[in-house]
C-alpha cells in the first residue's frame, strides 16, 4: 500500500543542475523522515540527503554538501532533492527513502522502511 515514486533523472553536462521529485502515498508523509540514497554500478547504496517531518534538522554526505539541497512539500506529499554543480561521480541511480514517525535516523540506510524504484541520473564528463 506504501508507495514511493521518483522523477525528475536525467543526463547532464557536468556543472549542470538536476531537481528530483518523490511523491508518497499510502502512508502519513507529513510525520515522516525522508531521505535520499544512491546507487552507482558495482558499488553500494549510500546516503546523500535526508530531513525530518517539518524540515527543522537536514542531512547531508560530505560529497554533497553544499551543492544537493533537499526539501519537502508535505500538502504534496512530495520531497525533492536539488542537485547543483553536478559531477561525474554524482552519476548513480537516486532512490527515495522514509522512515515513518517522527524519529529521524539521517542517512543511516537500515532504518528506512520503504524505498521507490529509483531514478537513473547521469553526468557527463
Not at 547532464?12 to 499510502?26: D, E, H
Not at 512530495?78 to 542537485?83: E, K
Request: proline share 2%; net charge positive.
Amino acid at each position: 500500500q506504501v508507495q514511493l515514486v521518483e522523477s525528475g533523472g536525467g543526463s547532464v553536462q557536468a556543472g549542470g543542475s538536476l531537481r528530483l521529485s518523490c511523491t508518497a502515498s499510502g502512508y502519513s508523509f507529513s510525520s515522516a523522515c525522508m531521505g535520499w540514497f544512491r546507487q552507482a554500478p558495482g558499488k553500494e547504496r549510500e546516503g546523500a540527503a535526508a530531513t525530518d517531518s517539518a524540515e527543522y534538522s537536514t542531512f547531508y554526505a560530505d560529497s554533497v554538501k553544499g551543492r544537493f539541497t533537499i526539501s519537502r512539500d508535505n500538502a504534496k506529499n512530495t520531497a525533492y532533492l536539488q542537485m547543483n554543480s553536478l559531477k561525474p561521480e554524482d552519476t548513480a541511480v537516486y532512490y527515495c527513502a522514509a522512515i515513518p514517525g517522527s524519529v529521524c535516523h539521517g542517512l543511516t540506510l537500515r532504518w528506512y522502511r520503504h524505498w521507490g524504484q529509483g531514478t537513473q541520473v547521469t553526468v557527463s564528463s
